[in-house]
Structures are given as structure tokens and as C-alpha cells.
């Protein structure tokens, strides 16, 4: 079976420009969670979702969103990329939408703003 | 106060070496305590979790939580090169707060 997949494994952007980062997760789970990873620190959760529905936002700016298609398959959007979004974006999906579902990470995005 | 800090190293042990990593958090409300390996450019990946205090081990790791001092520890015994990879310590309450994570590398 196929882990989480996450495209594309990089991007360079220049700032004022708008991203898009997709991930597909592990066949019957049915959340995808969003979190950044600046190097050298643990991953920030941004956002999860469950059911195609928010279950959880993060401390980020409004120039972020997110959105899960009918096949579970999530987007990640930034608007207005600043130099400070440059990261490891990485996804993960689990089973359920709560408690102590294991998550599995896809290998993320690593995004480069110029 | 950040709700979960760990130590972020660099740590460096010989091959079969003990190996202690720690952290510490700050909202009593955490049920569930996981700790993640992270290899470079990789994804991190689950290695273990314990709910409530304890120790839980599963083969040469050993994981521990004191809740009332808000301490979770990972213990590596007989550690190999490649066990070499960034820890991260994840308290949980529905949504991740990672820590830093402590980069460890285990010298053959």
C-alpha cells in the first residue's frame, strides 16, 4: 500500500506569489493534518481535517487555508508568500479525526521563498 | 512559556550506548504522550506512545511519563548507528504540539 504522498517535493517561490501543496493520504483514513517544519525546529500544526471538514486551526495567518476533496486528497494554500514561509510542509493523514490516532507523515514539501 | 520543550541537542553517543532524551511540558490537560523519529529529509514516524504516567517499552526503547512533574523521557538501550535521527516528543490533546526535537547521533 502506497504511504502519504505529498507533490511537489520542492518549490521555489518569490515572495508576493501564491502556493498550492497537495497530499494524498493512506487509502481508508479519512484525516489529513497540515503542519510547517522551519529547520531545526518540530513541526507547527497549521490545520487538520476530517470528513472534508476543519477540525483544527493552528496559530497561523489568515493567508493560509486548506480544504479536503470527496477522496480525502487535501490542498494547502499560501497566499502572499513571505520569506518566512520557507519550509518543510509536510502532511499527515490518520484514521480518525481524533484521540490517540496514529498519524503517518508523507516526506513533504520543501517550500524555498525568494 | 512554550507548551513543549525539549533539548535540541546535538547529541552524540558511541554504538551501544544508553541514550536519554527528555522533555517537558506545560499544560496539564495532555492525556496522551508520543515520541516520533525523524530521519533527514524524511517524514517524522511514529516510534511509541503511553497514556497517563508509566513506562511502556517495546524492544530496546523505553518510554516514560511522570505527569506530575510534567516530564516524558525516551531511554534507547544498546543504541546503533541507525538510531541516529532527530527525537521529537509530542504531548497530545487532539492536535500535535511538537517539541524541537534532540538530534542524536549514535558513532559506530
Known amino acids: 500500500d502506497a504511504g502519504v504522498t505529498q507533490s511537489p517535493t520542492h518549490l521555489i517561490k518569490t515572495r508576493g506569489q501564491h502556493v498550492t501543496l497537495r497530499c494524498s493520504p493512506i487509502s481508508g483514513h479519512k484525516s489529513v493534518s497540515w503542519y510547517q517544519q522551519v529547520l531545526g525546529q518540530g513541526p507547527q500544526f497549521i490545520f487538520q481535517y476530517y470528513e472534508k471538514e476543519e477540525r483544527g486551526r493552528g496559530n497561523f495567518p489568515d493567508r493560509f487555508s486548506a480544504r479536503q476533496f470527496p477522496n480525502y486528497s487535501s490542498e494547502l494554500n499560501v497566499n502572499a508568500l513571505l520569506l518566512g514561509d520557507s519550509a518543510l510542509y509536510l502532511c499527515a493523514s490518520s484514521l480518525l479525526g481524533t484521540g490517540i490516532s496514529e498519524q503517518y507523515f508523507g516526506p513533504g514539501t520543501r517550500l524555498t521563498v525568494t | 512559556q512554550k507548551e513543549v520543550e525539549q533539548d535540541p541537542g546535538p547529541l552524540s553517543v558511541p554504538e551501544g550506548a544508553i541514550v536519554s532524551l527528555n522533555c517537558t511540558y506545560s499544560?496539564?490537560?495532555?492525556?496522551?504522550f508520543m515520541w516520533y523519529r525523524q530521519y533527514s529529509r524524511k517524514g517524522p514516524e511514529l516510534l511509541m506512545y503511553t497514556y497517563s504516567s508509566g513506562n511502556k517499552e517495546d524492544g530496546r526503547f523505553t518510554a516514560q511519563v511522570d505527569k506530575s512533574s510534567k516530564y516524558i523521557s525516551l531511554f534507547i538501550r544498546d543504541s546503533q548507528p541507525s538510531d541516529s535521527a532527530t527525537y521529537l516528543c509530542?504531548?497530545?490533546?487532539?492536535?500535535?504540539?511538537f517539541g524541537a526535537g534532540t538530534r542524536l547521533t549514535v558513532k559506530p
Open positions: 509530542a504531548p497530545d490533546n487532539n492536535d500535535m504540539r
Open positions: 499544560n496539564s490537560a495532555f492525556q496522551y
